[in-house]
């Protein structure tokens, strides 16, 4: 059974640094590009990254280009989201999800989210 | 960057009515749309790829069609399980975008 298990996530501060995790399991990681997908609070949902399988190849949603960092380690089926100079409209359910295979098809499989607060 | 508008933003239909949802992108993108269902409080899940692609476990009563820039979600026969949010997203061109969803509840 696919599963993706988010951390990371909690309240900091505007211009501060979080990393996410996501933990991977149930599949082989290496063979799939993965990605981030964020939901601010009652609103719709807007891609942020993804991540060829072999962690060659990243893309970045024009929001947080420059600031947001994706990477993985295929050794521990983990993705990860750097997130540096955070800003108040960052503030969403972030969530980890996996592309249909090694090419950035469809997201088949998701995982429950991990919320990030940016306040003071 | 390719718009992605849904209609409508809200749709109130009865038990067993056919339901249809749009989805228009800004520019052609060539099949590359699929459907995502979110219930309160859950993980989007996916419905449908590239336009017309059932995924795996998801009812018959779904299905997708459209090409170039307009694109549309079918429920044959609404169910009360089928109260959820739905969204559009293209993959044709980076930055992949969604569209803002279409809230669908029951009559």
């Known amino acids: 059974e696919v599963q993706l298990v988010e951390s990371g996530g909690g309240l900091v501060q505007p211009g501060r640094s979080m990393k996410l995790s996501c933990a991977a399991s149930g599949f082989t990681f290496s063979d799939y590009y993965m990605a981030w997908v964020r939901q601010a609070p009652k609103k719709g949902l807007e891609w942020v990254a993804s991540?060829?399988?072999?962690?060659?190849?990243?893309y970045y949603g024009d929001s947080v280009k420059g600031r947001f960092t994706i990477s993985r380690d295929n050794a521990k089926s983990t993705l990860y989201l750097q997130m540096n100079s955070l800003r108040s409209e960052d503030t969403a359910t972030y969530y980890c999800a996996r592309h249909g295979g090694n090419s950035p098809h469809w997201f088949a499989y998701w995982g429950q989210g991990t919320l990030v607060t940016v306040s003071s | 960057d390719i718009q992605m508008t849904q209609s409508p933003s809200f749709l109130s239909a009865s038990v067993g009515e056919r339901v249809t949802l749009s989805c228009k992108a800004s520019q052609n993108i060539n099949k590359y749309l699929d459907w995502y269902q979110q219930k309160l409080g859950e993980a989007p899940k996916l419905l449908i790829y590239n336009t017309n692609n059932l995924h795996t476990g998801i009812p018959s009563r779904f299905s997708g069609s459209g090409s170039g820039t307009d694109y549309t979600l079918t429920i044959s026969s609404l169910q009360p399980e089928d109260v959820a949010t739905y969204f559009c997203?293209?993959?044709?061109?980076?930055?992949?975008?969604f569209g803002s969803g279409t809230k669908l509840e029951i009559k």
């Open positions: 991540i060829s399988y072999e962690g060659s190849s990243t």
């Open positions: 997203l293209q993959r044709n061109s980076w930055p992949l975008t």
